[in-house]
């Protein structure tokens, strides 16, 4: 049986330490992308006012964010669902309406740096004749 999120945040380096230690300075806090790898979207990390946190593992698409409680389900649309880009306008979407009165912690975490490697289609070609140092077994 896995433990629940509730559980798994808790015991976490992040659920103890990372955001607990912002909660009294009154950081605007905003979280975006993948959290930890059998994250189910069941909870919202305690201390997080904007959280965008990867439901699984990562993906590009056809995947689901909890959305500030709220599963959001995406596709297969390169235009409204492709994770990064998604993640990069709710970023740009939190700047442009923090308080800014307020400091902020911002944390983008996008799973460019694990496999599958799904790159925009625009960029698909890229690095087409480059060979990766990566050796997956």
């Known amino acids: 049986v896995k433990p629940s999120d509730e559980f798994v945040i808790e015991h976490t380096f992040l ?7 912002s909660e009294n300075t009154n950081y605007e806090t905003f979280y975006a992308g993948k959290y930890l790898n ?16 990867l439901v699984g ?5 056809n995947y689901s964010l909890n959305v500030n409680g ?4 995406h596709g297969d649309d390169y235009e409204k669902d492709y994770l990064t880009d998604n993640i990069g306008r709710y970023a740009i979407d939190f700047l ?3 308080d800014s009165a307020r400091p902020f912690l911002m944390v983008l975490a996008l799973p ?9 289609p625009q960029y698909s070609n890229e690095f ?5 140092w990566i050796v997956f077994y």
Request: without cysteine; hydrophobic residues 30%; aromatic residues 16%.
């Open 96 to 98: 442009s309406n923090r």
């Open 57 to 61: 593992n990562s993906k590009y698409y």
């Open 15 to 21: 659920g103890q330490h990372f955001i607990n230690n």
């Open 112 to 120: 460019a740096s694990h496999a599958p490697f799904t790159p925009a």
């Open 38 to 53: 059998e994250y189910r979207g069941t909870a919202v990390p305690k201390g997080w006012e904007h959280w965008y946190g």
């Open 70 to 73: 709220v599963l959001e389900d």
């Open 128 to 132: 087409a004749e480059q060979v990766s």
